[in-house]
């Protein structure tokens, strides 16, 4: 519970942060950061197919390291930008996702999740540790 709160309380600060910008550019920057948004969630579709059809042992924390290494380097390249306002779109619907369907794991696969009807239980750097902790207070 405490996960999802934190996921959900997360993502609607990041949408606070994000949704300013969109206020503030045209409507050709609006399609701009939403276009890095889409293109991440079409990575991370692609991402969601290759790890549930081949590679469905890959250790949690080394494909956890792997989904969220592209997200990370589209802020970091893209930060102050388009990109990154993108970026943290995708991630904040993600992470509110991941909150009300009760994923745990990484978010950035919530979404693709979501459409696939599948989770590919991915380790998050930052949740899983609060995902254990639940687990082992709930059963």
């Known amino acids: 519970m405490i996960g999802r709160i934190l996921r959900l309380s997360l993502g609607i600060f990041f949408v606070s942060e994000v949704w300013p910008v969109y206020q ?32 469905s042992g890959i250790n949690h924390v080394v494909g956890a390291i792997l989904a969220f290494a592209p997200f990370l380097a589209v802020f970091i390249l893209g930060y102050g930008g388009p990109a990154a306002t993108g970026a943290l779109s995708f991630l904040s619907v993600s992470l509110i996702v991941s909150a009300l369907r009760s994923d745990s794991g990484c978010e950035v696969m919530s979404v693709p999740g979501l459409i696939f009807g599948k989770h590919t239980h991915l380790a998050c750097i930052l949740f899983s540790p609060v995902d254990w902790i639940e687990g082992v207070f709930t059963k």
Do not use: P
């Open 24 to 55: 503030s550019v045209t409507l050709e920057g609006i399609l701009i950061r939403a276009s890095w948004a889409v293109a991440l969630l079409l990575f991370y579709i692609i991402v969601q197919m290759v790890i549930v059809n081949f590679f």
